[in-house]
């Protein structure tokens, strides 16, 4: 985003221009392209024509042709981007390595850590008298000779040590995985490419590569890149609610209202346009940099502020007032910089638009998404977990002390001894180090650390399985999916659309007909009719390679018809260079409500004609007159639609196929018709011919519609197509069985059924319907949204059902947002289909959404077998240190092999068990639901079942360990004592244990055989033995600072042993049926009903059912966008600068004023902030530990 200090270069680069550009030879200058695009309507063409005497004199002095476009030089394309700017918004800076290791620092657990172990570094150097030594009681004794008194440094050192190595390790997970953010951001904006014209021909170019001068083709569906002035157009409608907030839908045309702003939708229509703004001079970029200098303004101001204060401090109230006039001469300075920076932007997101703001983005928008399913029992298990563990920790220090001071004091009898206060100070210094350590490892900071590495990898590896993931969550939410609403066209089927059937000149033709065969008056009418009206960006190119099937771009329905043109053995392209697109008189684009399209053109003797093309059920009730087989009119009466209906019409569709009529209408030379009035004009139509268009079902949709009704999926088809072509394709799929109770309804039928007298929609009704319909035709986008809206409110179930819906369309927007996780099209979809969504399918196909089936409960499976893994260890590691520390009063496991453990099991298991691949066989299960614990009883038999054993075992080694292995105890060893092998034992066995129960840990449902698959994760073996590997060094020479002595190979193989008796252990639980053991609770449900908050309620209640209403909402959502990126970031920042959220709700409600003109929109000025978002749950977690008390 612009800042203040780009904007002063701007300033100065500015006032140099006005030279450059004269001498660049373009006619015009930034500054006044600039000023020209904040114009609208009347004033805009005002200024058009007095300066530049219409749109293609502004071409001329822009250099450009309004029909071939640019050259497609590359020198004069740079100089366009040094004069005009790129298209393009730098991104911000991304955190340093440093600042990631600065935050690592911040970690409350990990402080209090670094302050222990300095007060312990600090009194180790303090040396009691040596007369006084008994006095102070065993404190000193057992020290072997001076040597080992003197390396009681160690300790704090190596504690100092391992904070580095856990701060380090978390940097580089946080900078990895910011980096992954970038590279998917970049992905997705390199993506987005735009239609232009350069030397005459259409081409394809990145967003990014637009300048000032292209002619690009709009049309609808399109997200405009840049700001351009209209110079032909075809009942072009723009949404321009994300720039003024106001929902209509604007006209634009070239006599009335020619400028098209970045940003802004285009929902009818098309045309073209010479683009005269891009990037940070464009409207949308001006917004955003505004956004970005007024942050940094604010920022600058505050830091002023406390400037001031301090001064006001030291020098009294003169200097203040100077000081305050400097403050307001800066930001004069700092506004007039502004509007010179202004400029240089583009609509989509920024580069900087990474993962994380567009989740925000995401949370804070239209109808807005619950926190994820995962998160929230996540944290809620977390908040559980830190509680338990602080209670144990300050319990240990508790009875550690009070021990301590009972038994030299009370049953010793000692006197205190000033002398001796640093003596004391240390062994209280070391029972506090013991108590940090038992919360250190009982709060389990590698959760959010594990569903981060999990979903990074999951959608790492989901871009090779064709989905694209724009928002995190929805990687884990599509696991719990239980009902996909699908597109038919492109999604279901091929996409590669062909005519096979036809009735032409009173005849049905089964395959193309023999042109020799049709009346040449019917077939020049016809081929007209095709060739005319359809966009003239729709093509039908030779094949690329030979052998191939020709090349279809553009409309695919356009091109079937255009294809079908060919195979009669005539060409469309001289019919359209006769009648270019710029004298067509009039065109009526095709939308969803019209589902029709036509074309006006002008006869030679003065007269004109319509032609229209549309769905043939509707069509054919606007058709009066119908083509004999001599070309001759014969009246079409509604009796004899009924007749085509029947014979033609139904048998075509319950072959699959899409109707499609063509007709037209003549109007006479005398007197104009009244174009706006669509009903009247495309009435008392000629039928010419109606075909049927075959859209093959893909080879690999059937087999994927059966894995999702295996895995507990429910399938319907939403489609706008005729409902026997519906009910065939879907048949065709396996959506619907014969023999099977299910509803295939029409739009009107389904409305009928679910409205009441009124006309609204009522729940209940709904809930009567959804269950059993698996088909949706002729359907509305609203209609689409009701569906998806009634199936997710529905209480009829056990659980809330979890709806994923693909769309495709401008008007699936709203269907898309109101889905848990909505699938745009990357093929065929529009921009703001795209906009919508949380995942593209790169590919279109509907056997890429089981894939992510597969990838959300692999993810929820990752973060079981984790949890699995991490409470056994947090369990005994806990009771271990607590009861060691009561009974012998010193923690078996020393801080720094707690560390250890805790590096093992929090860092290193994550990584291990969150990139394990999924399987095939989690399609074979039912979804786990919103309310499924993230413990299963299963699991919480595993839990338990090792941690017996483990506490077994240590406590044994614990108590009799010097007996079994005919060592020295090391129990009750005095302070700064050398290590013994009777602890090192202990700690060795405990981490061979955990490095076993890690493979254990791979299987949740109770499996028996916890090795399958393990070779097939690279990660998780060499993690495994890399362990080992560093257990050994640990062990044999880690010495003093790990507290080890190093260990004979017999007692190694003793380790071993026991350590490999867990996964023997693992199977003897296995065989233990869950349901006998009726105690076993489950844990980590999710937040309860009591727990959504009112502010949620309250935007529930706000949700009005107009799709108009929802339709505004999505285009809100860019604007808001903007303002929450800022709001995010400022959140962030606050964070991390006070730790309280006062000042990011006072500068947000700043933010919010400055936008106020430019939006009327109300937004809460609430700041939501996700505990557990995965993007920054590293962080988030950390403050956790300080909340949690």
């Not at 600039?34 to 058009?48: F, W, Y």
């Not at 983005?361 to 977390?382: D, F, M, R």
């Not at 840990?1001 to 590997?1029: D, M, W, Y």
């Not at 044999?1036 to 190694?1052: D, M, N, R």
Request: hydrophobic letters at 40%; a neutral charge; glycine letters at 8%.
């Amino acid at each position: 985003m612009g800042d203040v200090a780009n904007s002063s270069v701007g300033h100065h680069a500015k006032n140099q221009q006005h030279g450059a550009n004269r001498a660049g030879g373009f006619g015009c200058t930034l500054p006044e392209l600039r000023s020209l695009m904040e114009l609208r309507g009347a004033e805009a063409l005002q200024k058009i024509q007095e300066t530049y005497g219409d749109v293609s004199g502004l071409c001329k002095r822009l250099k450009t042709s309004p029909t071939e476009g640019l050259s497609d030089n590359v020198t004069d394309l740079e100089k366009r981007r040094q004069i005009y700017g790129q298209n393009f918004i730098p991104p911000k800076k991304p955190k340093t390595f440093l600042q990631l290791v600065w935050e690592a620092l911040q970690d409350v657990t990990l402080i209090i850590l670094e302050i222990a172990a300095i007060i312990s570094l600090g009194l180790s150097f303090y040396a009691p008298p040596g007369e006084q030594s008994d006095a102070c009681g065993n404190v000193s004794a057992g020290a072997e000779d001076e040597g080992e008194a003197e390396a009681g440094w160690i300790e704090g050192a190596a504690i100092l040590l391992s904070v580095i190595c856990v701060v380090l390790v978390t940097a580089f997970n946080d900078w990895s995985k910011e980096k992954q953010f970038r590279g998917l951001q970049s992905r997705i904006e390199q993506e987005q490419k735009f239609q232009v014209i350069r030397k005459g021909q259409v081409i394809q170019v990145p967003v990014a590569e637009l300048v000032v001068g292209d002619i690009a083709q709009i049309k609808y569906g399109d997200l405009l890149p840049a700001d351009g002035v209209l110079i032909q157009g075809n009942d072009l409608k723009i949404d321009e609610s994300s720039l003024t907030g106001e929902s209509d839908h604007v006209r634009k045309a070239v006599d009335k209202d020619p400028m098209l702003l970045s940003g802004t939708h285009v929902m009818e229509g098309s045309g073209r346009m010479v683009v005269t703004a891009v990037g940070v001079n464009s409207q949308t970029g001006i917004i955003f940099t505004l956004l970005g200098a007024s942050g940094e303004e604010e920022e600058k101001k505050e830091k002023k502020d406390e400037d001031i204060e301090a001064q006001r401090g030291a020098h009294g109230h003169k200097t203040s007032k100077q000081q305050d006039g400097a403050v307001e001469n800066n930001q004069n300075k700092a506004k007039k910089q502004d509007g010179a920076v202004a400029m240089e932007m583009q609509p989509l997101k920024s580069a900087e638009g990474g993962e994380m703001e567009e989740r925000e983005k995401k949370k804070a928008n239209g109808p807005k998404k619950e926190k994820s399913v995962l998160q929230g029992k996540l944290t809620k298990l977390a908040v559980q977990i830190g509680k338990a563990g602080l209670v144990m920790s300050a319990f240990t220090v508790v009875i550690l002390v009070i021990y301590f001071v009972i038994h030299n004091f009370v049953i010793g009898g000692r006197p205190w001894l000033s002398n001796c206060t640093p003596v004391y100070v240390q062994y209280f210094v070391k029972f506090f180090i013991i108590g940090v350590t038992v919360l250190v490892v009982a709060v389990p900071e590698g959760l959010p650390l594990a569903v981060t590495i999990s979903l990074a990898y999951s959608v790492k590896k989901m871009m090779k399985d064709n989905n694209l993931v724009r928002h995190l969550d929805a990687c884990e939410t599509m696991g719990n999916a239980t009902a996909i609403c699908s597109d038919k066209t492109g999604t279901l089927t091929t996409n590669r659309m062909t005519v096979v059937q036809s009735y032409v000149g009173d005849t049905h033709y089964k395959e193309i007909p023999d042109p020799n065969n049709l009346n040449p008056k019917i077939l020049d009418l016809l081929v007209h009719a095709i060739s005319i009206n359809s966009a003239y960006t729709t093509k039908v190119l030779p094949p690329e390679k030979e052998g191939a099937l020709p090349r279809q771009v553009g409309n695919k329905t356009e091109c079937a018809l255009l294809g079908f043109v060919l195979d009669l053995k005539q060409d469309f392209q001289p019919v359209r260079d006769q009648i270019p697109e710029q004298k067509l008189y009039k065109v009526y684009t095709f939308n969803s409500v019209r589902k029709s399209m036509s074309t006006v053109i002008c006869m030679p003797d003065g007269g004109f004609r319509l032609f229209s093309k549309g769905a043939s059920e509707i069509l054919l009730k606007k058709c009066t007159n119908i083509l004999n087989s001599n070309g001759e009119l014969r009246s079409f009466r509604p009796r004899d639609r009924d007749e085509m209906v029947k014979k033609i019409i139904e048998p075509m569709a319950c072959d699959g196929l899409r109707t499609i009529c063509i007709a037209y209408r003549d109007f006479s030379a005398g007197q104009e018709p009244e174009w706006d009035n669509e009903t009247e004009i495309v009435g008392e139509l000629t039928c010419i011919a109606v075909v049927g268009i075959e859209d093959p079902v893909r080879p690999e949709v059937p087999e994927a519609i059966r894995k999702c009704q295996r895995a507990g999926i429910t399938v319907r088809m939403v489609t706008g197509d005729n409902i026997n072509t519906a009910r065939a394709i879907a048949a065709k799929c396996g959506i619907i069985q014969p023999g099977e109770d299910f509803l295939c309804l029409e739009g009107k039928e389904f409305n009928r059924r679910i409205r009441n007298e009124k006309g609204e929609i009522e729940q209940d009704r709904l809930d009567k319907v959804w269950p059993k319909l698996r088909v949706l035709a002729r359907s509305s986008p609203t209609d689409k949204h009701t569906l998806v809206k009634g199936i997710i409110d529905s209480t009829i179930g056990e659980q809330r059902q979890v709806v994923a819906v693909t769309g495709d369309g401008t008007n699936d927007g709203p269907a898309l947002k109101k889905a848990d996780v909505g699938f745009a099209m990357g093929i065929a979809g529009t921009d703001v289909a795209k906009e919508a969504s949380d995942i593209i399918l790169t590919d279109d196909n509907f056997s890429s959404i089981v894939k992510a089936v597969m990838w959300g409960r692999n993810v929820y499976d990752s973060i079981s077998k984790f949890l699995q893994f991490q409470l056994t260890v947090n369990v005994v590691a806990v009771i271990v240190a607590f009861t060691g520390a009561c009974i012998t009063q010193d923690s078996p496991l020393k801080a720094v092999q707690m560390l250890w453990v805790n590096l093992i099991m929090d860092t290193f298991a994550s990584l291990a068990l969150a990139t394990e691949p999924p399987t095939e066989s989690l399609l074979l299960r039912k979804p786990y639901g919103r309310d499924k614990p993230l413990i299963s009883r299963t699991m919480m038999k595993n839990i338990l079942g090792h941690a017996i054993y483990q506490l077994t075992v240590i406590f044994t080694l614990l108590f009799a360990g010097e007996v079994i292995f005919d060592i020295d105890s090391g129990r009750n060893a005095p302070l700064h004592s050398p290590p013994s092998e009777h602890y090192t034992i202990i700690f060795n066995t405990f981490v061979l244990m955990q490095l076993c129960n890690e493979i254990n840990a791979r299987k949740i449902h109770g499996e028996r055989n916890v090795f399958e698959g393990i070779f097939s994760n690279p990660i998780f073996c060499s993690i495994v033995l890399g362990t080992f590997g560093i257990q050994i060094v640990i062990v044999q020479f880690g010495g003093k600072p790990f507290s080890c002595a190093p260990l004979t190979v017999e007692q190694w193989l003793w380790c071993l042993f026991i350590g490999i008796g867990e996964l023997v252990w693992g199977q003897v639980i296995a065989t233990i049926p869950t349901s006998q053991l009726k105690f076993l609770k489950e844990a980590g449900h999710g937040p309860g009903k009591d727990e959504i908050t009112d502010e949620e309620m309250a935007e529930d209640e706000e949700e009005i059912d107009h799709a108009e209403r929802e339709l505004r909402r999505g285009q809100i959502l860019w604007f808001r966008g903007l303002n929450r990126i800022q709001t995010q970031m400022e959140v962030v920042s606050t964070f991390k600068r006070s730790g309280s959220f006062q000042g990011a709700v006072r500068r947000r409600s700043s933010v919010l004023s400055q936008l106020h003109d430019v939006t009327n929109i109300s937004t809460p000025t609430h700041v939501i902030l996700s505990a557990a978002n995965p993007t920054s749950a590293a962080g988030t977690l950390r403050m956790f530990r300080f909340l949690s008390p």
